[in-house]
């Protein structure tokens, strides 16, 4: 029986996906995550955007395409925000929305059983498959935050995090040379006594590159920067997400920080690595964002220094505080969109061009690798999974030519 797991959406999404496969293979199926002829279909949907949400429903006529016999299971987050709009097309035969993913294997297992979840537990999953190389390793899942335009703590339910020693465990047993640490909201990671510092400090037995996903300013603290330096082995790559750069707008996106504080952290995190990546996401055009506020976010990403900017136009996601409030119109959006790509492409430029001729540890993957402070590298010679010491040279595609100097075991 061959089966097929098609994934829309966030980092989040896609190690769910992975665990949800590995599940499916010891339960004897063969698997797939390329849309194909297959028996079974499991379709992990997104609604970050209407945009994803309409995909996601989209996925269900591609997949009976190939096979309209073939039941298609239904999770994620678009499954939890509209249900009836996948349960009302033909072939789905169960939706189990953004917090009970694991509960489709339990299902295929016994037939039709479907018991509660206590959402306020960490939800175990099989490890995914992964390579040697790099591991998703989730820690954490739900959000509190309630930004006003997000719709992830309605979907994904409160924060909780996975309990230290399962993290350990599977970090020791994964066998990769890199492992980035997943969730919604890791820094709200909060396990007893231990929180993401501590975290970080118990992480440092475990051979291997740590890495951090998405941050939010305010966990960068002395604390955090000390625990990073002790440990030796977490990257000096931080993902802080912006979103504006301007007060007013920040107030009511709910975000808890000023564009002062947040410039004080992206200093200090150079301060303690002064070769540290800071990259970021920002909404352009959130509805009260006047030309002032659009021009606080173009020079605080030009005083924040990035090295990679992710933007994207807002999009009022219905059941959010932000879709009740007027839109802008699409073409002010269009419009600021296109000079904060501008101002981010030529910061990315320049922050490469700082990295020529220094040299950095860079672990290769199937085509590239990545150094310590996530510049993309190409190199002859480098083996997948081979850690080097290499010298940066010249632009090259998304990155940079490296030379390498010396393997690194
Ligand atoms: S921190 Fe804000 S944007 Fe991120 S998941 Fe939570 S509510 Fe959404």
């Known amino acids: 029986m061959k089966a097929c797991v098609f994934t829309l959406g966030c980092k989040m999404n896609e190690v769910e996906s992975e665990s949800l496969m590995s599940g499916l293979t010891s339960l004897g ?8 002829q297959a028996d079974l279909y499991l379709l992990n949907t997104c609604a970050v955007t209407a945009e994803a949400e309409r995909k996601s429903r989209q996925a269900v006529a591609r ?21 009836q709009s ?13 917090q009970k993913k694991d509960k489709i294997l339990s299902l295929l297992k016994e037939k039709g059983f479907f018991p509660e979840t206590d959402e306020r537990m960490f939800c175990e999953m099989p490890p995914p498959k992964r390579t040697k190389t790099r591991a998703f390793l ?23 995090s996975r309990s230290v020693e399962s993290i350990l465990d ?13 969730g919604i909201d890791i820094s709200s990671y909060q396990d007893g006594e231990v929180d993401l510092p501590a975290l970080l400090k118990k992480l440092k037995e475990v051979p291997a590159r740590i890495r951090l996903g998405s941050l939010e300013a305010g966990v960068v603290t ?58 970021t996401d920002l909404i352009v055009g959130f509805p009260t964002e006047t030309e002032e506020d659009f021009q606080d976010t173009l020079s605080a990403v030009d005083e924040a220094g990035f090295s990679h900017v992710h933007a994207f136009p807002f999009s009022p996601r219905e059941g959010t505080v932000a879709a009740k409030m007027k839109d802008l119109p699409s073409a002010v959006k269009k419009e600021r ?7 981010a492409t030529a910061q990315e430029e320049k922050y490469l061009s700082a990295q020529v001729g220094r040299q950095a540890i860079a672990l290769f993957e199937e085509e590239g690798g990545y150094t310590e402070n996530y510049v993309r590298v190409y190199a002859d010679g480098a083996k997948e999974g081979g850690l080097y010491r290499v010298r940066l040279g010249q632009r090259e595609k998304d990155g940079l030519r490296a030379e390498i100097l010396e393997e690194l075991v």
């Open 29 to 36: 199926f063969e698997v797939t995550d390329e849309l194909c």
């Open 63 to 83: 997949m009976r395409k190939f096979n309209e016999n073939a039941p298609v299971l239904v999770c994620g987050c678009a499954s939890h925000l509209h249900p």
């Open 86 to 98: 996948f349960l009302e097309r033909e072939g789905v035969t169960v939706v189990t929305g953004a």
């Open 138 to 160: 989730r820690i954490q899942d739900g959000c509190n935050r309630f930004c006003s335009y997000c719709i992830i703590p309605y979907l994904r339910g409160r924060t909780r």
């Open 170 to 182: 599977e970090a020791k047993k994964c066998g990769a040379k890199e492992i980035v640490l997943t």
């Open 222 to 279: 002395e604390g955090l920067l000390s625990a990073m330096k002790d440990a030796g082995n977490v990257m000096p790559h931080f993902h802080l997400s912006m979103q504006s750069g301007s007060n007013a707008v920040l107030k009511k996106m709910n975000r808890k920080y000023t564009r002062e504080e947040f410039l004080l952290r992206c200093k200090q995190i150079y301060e303690a690595f002064p070769t540290a990546a800071i990259t």
């Open 337 to 343: 969109m296109a000079r904060l790509t501008a101002i």
